[in-house]
């Protein structure tokens, strides 16, 4: 007999807006971000879908009711639902896909690759995340190289990793060479997470900048650099 | 006999950089930039490569001549060259895109879409860029479907379009529903053109922030909404 479906934990869901940051940047979409996490990164931007002391403000819900909420948003409109977290990985969002993909949906997820999932072989885009040594964080490879494999049948396959300083950007490239065949996207990092402070758009501009003269100093022609639109746009509010 | 090849007129050429719009957003490049346009829109930010005023300012270069200066520029290690002008396609970049890609090179060309050309088939991405009302130009859409046609063979078409004002949305809503097979990308107008004028990075947010929330409304899914990053990190400034 089949155990009966967990419910899972939803710190937010809303859209439709625009993917801020990597490979679908700029495409329009609905976010579901999953609350809990197995990493505690120094820099996290989401503390309030990871630190459990945000728990109390994380909803049950069973995948049928995240899949109602995303048509309801949506107007029932096909679009790719994106789900971040937190790590959604450690939640089964295996019937939320399901769901959704029955009614020509497309869903993109961003892990940091430590717990891999059969159904990530059913997402247009996997998004593998590592974390830099910035983030305090350190990388299980096997688990990381577990969830590529697991992502063999996924449209696309993303590498994304975000850049802080000269370190992280010696581990980027260290990273990247190690996996020559995905797509790579490099992010600068955003110190200012505060979702009640704004950010100076020209912040975002000079962090940008950054990278790109780093990367085309070097000559290092791999990489697609990219900003976070969303925090450009507005800052680290929330729900946009 | 085959006549012999006429010099391409060449306003700059310059990087690498990232492409700063369109669908290779955030992607290393080398730009190749040619002199001359069949259009002359409004609010054109490239009039140093449009306006006869400049010709004296644009290169005579044979193909072997620009290939070697993008050569250079690279340090030899192959990447994504982006044609753009004025209009490209009024010249013969068949030669230079047929050396770059015996190199292992890709190329990718923007054009208005008003002249088809064989070699388009050659390109790793073709952009057409129809130009709206706000341009004070109007398509040729025999023309634009020749350039599609002409474009198959390439690795992918992408139809860019700018949209400066609800006349334009309007505008664009229609095209891109004339051409559904093609990746579509709206890009919010720049009306900032002076290239020795600062452009404040909080523009270029609100613009497209007033983009988003329009497509967005009409919950209309299909376009990708990006800025020109160009624009965010260096203003109008040229040769970056």
Redesign the interface.
């Known amino acids: 007999m089949k155990p009966p479906e967990r419910p899972l934990r939803i710190a937010e869901i809303f859209?439709?807006?625009?993917q801020g940051e990597g490979a679908l940047?700029?495409?329009?979409t609905v976010f579901v971000r999953a609350g809990g996490c197995d990493y505690r990164c120094s820099w996290c931007d989401s503390m309030h879908a990871v630190d459990s002391a945000y728990r109390d403000s994380w909803a049950a819900m069973d995948a049928a009711q995240v899949w109602a909420r995303v048509r309801e948003l949506?107007?029932g409109?096909?679009?790719t639902v994106s789900i971040s977290g937190g790590n959604p990985a450690i939640q089964d969002f295996g019937p939320l896909i399901a769901m959704g993909r029955a009614e020509g949906y497309a869903f993109a997820l961003e892990t940091q690759g430590s717990i891999a999932r059969d159904w990530f072989a059913q997402l247009s885009v996997l998004v593998l995340s590592p974390k830099p040594p910035s983030s305090g964080e350190r990388p299980d490879w096997a688990a990381f190289d577990a969830c590529l494999a697991a992502g063999q049948g996924a449209g696309a396959v993303v590498l994304k990793i975000v850049v802080f300083d000269d370190a992280d950007y010696a581990w980027a490239r260290a990273v990247a060479d190690r996996y020559p065949g995905l797509d790579l996207?490099l992010q600068p990092g955003n110190p200012e997470v505060d979702p009640d402070l704004p950010v100076?758009?020209?912040d975002?501009?000079d962090r940008?900048?950054w990278l790109?003269d780093k990367?085309?100093a070097e000559?290092?022609?791999?990489?697609?650099?990219?900003?976070q639109?969303h925090v450009?746009?507005w800052g680290n509010k929330r729900g946009v």
Chains 1, 2 share one sequence.
């Open positions: 859209g439709p807006t625009i940047i700029g495409q329009p949506s107007g409109r096909p679009l996207v100076a758009a020209q975002v501009a940008l900048l790109v990367v085309m000559g290092w022609f791999r990489p697609r650099l990219l900003p639109l450009l746009l």
